[in-house]
T-cell receptor
C-alpha cells in the first residue's frame, strides 16, 4: 500500500527567510501525482503545488517550489521569502490513476509551520 | 461557482443520535470524496463516488457510517448511532475526471458528547 511520511511535525521560519518541508512516500507505481496542501486555521484545504511523476522538471508556483527526487521517493516543499500568511499546517499527499480516480488522496501527517515576524 | 459547499459547518450532538452531513460538489464535477480528519489518524479517505456511484467504501470505519449520492449535486454522510470517537472534521471534495486537482469544502466539525 502507498504511504506518505512527513517527519517534521513542526517547523519555524523567520519572515522573508526560506524554509523546506520534507516528505517521503512509498509506492510501487511508476505513474502518480504528488501534492502539497495548505490548511490555515480556517481549516480550508488549499492546493499549493502539484507534481506529476513522469515530469522530471520540478514544479514551481511563485514562491513555492518542490524538489522531486523520484528514485529516492522524496518530495520536499521550499517556501521562499516566507510571509506571515504562510503560517499553516502543510500536508503532503499522493495519488495514482489506479482505479481511474487521480484524486483519491493519501495524506501525510502534516507539518505545522510557524512564521516569526 | 461557489466551490464545494458543506453543511453544517459545526455540529454538536449527543451519543446515540443520528447525524447527517451534507455536501454540494462543484457543478460538472464527476468525482466526490468524503475524508475525515482527526488528531490520531490525520486525513483519511472514507468513500468516493464517480458519477453518483460509490466506487470504494473501504475507508468507512463501521456499519454505522453510510454515504449516498442521489444526484450529481448532492451527497450525504450519515452516522447512526453516533459515538464520541466519531468526533472529527469531515471534508467533502470534488474533482473532474482528467484534472488532478481536488477541491475541498470547508469541512464540518462534528462533536459527539
Amino acid at each position: 500500500a502507498q504511504t506518505v511520511t512527513q517527519s517534521q511535525p513542526e517547523m519555524s521560519v523567520q519572515e522573508a527567510e526560506t524554509v523546506t518541508l520534507s516528505c517521503t512516500y512509498d509506492t510501487s507505481e511508476s505513474d502518480y501525482y504528488l501534492f502539497w496542501y495548505k490548511q490555515p486555521p480556517s481549516r480550508q484545504m488549499i492546493l499549493v503545488i502539484r507534481q506529476e511523476a513522469y515530469k522530471q522538471q520540478n514544479a514551481t508556483e511563485n514562491r513555492f517550489s518542490v524538489n522531486f527526487q523520484k528514485a529516492a521517493k522524496s518530495f520536499s516543499l521550499k517556501i521562499s521569502d516566507s510571509q506571515l500568511g504562510d503560517a499553516a499546517m502543510y500536508f503532503c499527499a499522493y495519488s495514482d490513476p489506479l482505479g481511474g480516480a487521480t484524486n483519491k488522496l493519501i495524506f501525510g501527517t502534516g507539518t505545522l509551520l510557524a512564521v516569526q515576524p | 461557482d461557489a466551490g464545494v459547499i458543506q453543511s453544517p459547518r459545526h455540529e454538536v450532538t449527543e451519543m446515540g443520535q443520528e447525524v447527517t452531513l451534507r455536501c454540494k460538489p462543484i457543478s460538472g464535477h464527476d468525482y466526490l470524496f468524503w475524508y475525515r480528519q482527526t488528531m490520531m489518524r490525520g486525513l483519511e479517505l472514507l468513500i468516493y463516488f464517480n458519477n453518483n456511484v460509490p466506487i470504494d467504501d473501504s475507508g468507512m470505519p463501521e456499519d454505522r457510517f453510510s454515504a449516498k449520492m442521489p444526484n450529481a449535486s448532492f451527497s450525504t454522510l450519515k452516522i447512526q448511532p453516533s459515538e464520541p470517537r466519531d468526533s472529527a472534521v469531515y471534508f467533502c471534495a470534488s474533482s473532474l475526471w482528467g484534472d488532478t486537482e481536488a477541491f475541498f469544502g470547508q469541512g464540518t466539525r462534528l462533536t459527539v458528547v
